[in-house]
């Protein structure tokens, strides 16, 4: 009983860590196969904002990763130089891979 | 002129026109080994094997270099570090390699030579790389790469207006392609960059 108390007490406090920690070398992998750092950079101005600064536009704020997640998985129509373009989905259908690449930017 | 006469008297029976003759064959031989053997030293420093020589730069960039499309790819043509750190123009060239030789007092020093000692100076060693090639118009990137060469319906749409634009403009390739090859260091990046022509 008390072990069954324990691990209970343990991933309780396990989850917090969980829903934060990111796979860094797997976020990178995705966001360089999906071609993000073409238009992007994690702290250099390119066509698109940095990592840095989505960080920054996002920080404190409760919707965060869920409006990642539609930017990164929906297409929407982006302005680039003044002409309207599709930004690019993350090359994955996995949800995990998408939240923890979510996950790494919100971090930068 | 008293080497002449020196050389004059040391052979007598030799005339005029043969110790002219002897001295100007002799003088080419000397320039031409010199000449040789000072190319042979550009050509060999230019090498992948003199570039990482050093373990400050076979542990670092030429590490973060494997495996980029600029070292392993379909059609296996390479760029090595020369082809893009080394201007192809002799006097653009010589001074590069000018410059080089003061960073091999860095090398003596230590300047860079543990991976904390790297990433302290990644940056601004960054922002040295990226002003130069925006000075020369990423010239090193355009001698292989050539925009009346390229097929635009070959590249994606966004490539292809990117590229317009670059090309109408001057852009230099640097301005994007940066952190291609290695690690991009963390700061403002070459578009942020001042550069007084």
Request: positive net charge.
């Given at each position: 009983m008390r072990a069954a108390w324990m691990l209970t007490a343990l991933a309780v406090l396990a989850l917090p860590v969980a829903a934060q920690a990111q796979d860094v070398a797997a976020a990178e992998a995705l966001i360089?196969?999906?071609?993000c750092m073409k238009c992007h950079s994690v702290s250099a101005k390119k066509e698109g904002p940095s990592f840095k600064e989505t960080a920054a536009k996002y920080k404190g704020k409760p919707d965060a990763q869920g409006a990642l997640f539609k930017?990164?998985?929906?297409?929407p129509k982006i302005k680039v130089d003044g002409n309207e373009e599709m930004h690019d989905s993350?090359?994955?259908?996995?949800?995990?891979?998408?939240?923890?690449?979510?996950?790494?930017?919100?971090?930068? | 002129m008293g080497w002449w006469s020196n050389l004059r008297q040391r052979c007598q029976t030799c005339s005029r026109v043969t110790l002219g003759a002897g001295v100007i064959l002799g003088t080419l031989a000397i320039a031409f080994v010199?000449?040789?053997?000072?190319?042979?030293?550009?050509?060999?420093?230019?090498?992948e094997e003199f570039c990482i020589g050093c373990h400050e730069m076979r542990d670092n960039v030429y590490a973060e270099f494997k495996g980029t499309i600029h070292?392993?790819?379909?059609?296996?043509?390479?760029?090595?570090?020369?082809?893009?750190?080394?201007?192809?123009?002799?006097?653009?060239?010589?001074?590069?390699?000018?410059?080089?030789?003061?960073?091999?007092?860095?090398?003596?020093?230590g300047k860079i030579d543990t991976k904390e000692k790297f990433a302290k100076h990644r940056y601004e060693m960054a922002v040295k790389e990226w002003t130069r090639m925006k000075k020369n118009g990423s010239q090193e990137c355009r001698n292989c790469h050539h925009f009346e060469a390229m097929e635009p319906e070959k590249?994606?749409?966004?490539?292809?207006?990117?590229?317009a634009k670059a090309q109408a403009q001057g852009t230099p390739c640097i301005d994007c392609h940066f952190g291609i090859a290695h690690n991009e260091p963390d700061g403002p990046g070459p578009q942020e960059l001042k550069i007084a022509n």
């Open positions: 360089k196969k999906s071609g930017h990164l998985t929906t297409n993350l090359k994955t259908k996995n949800e995990a891979e998408i939240k923890n690449a979510i996950a790494y930017i919100l971090s930068r | 010199m000449l040789t053997a000072g190319a042979y030293g550009l050509a060999w420093t230019n090498t070292d392993k790819n379909r059609s296996g043509v390479r760029a090595i570090c020369a082809n893009c750190h080394v201007p192809h123009e002799p006097v653009a060239l010589i001074v590069r390699k000018m410059q080089a030789s003061f960073e091999v007092w860095g090398h003596l020093t590249q994606t749409e966004k490539a292809r207006a990117r590229h």
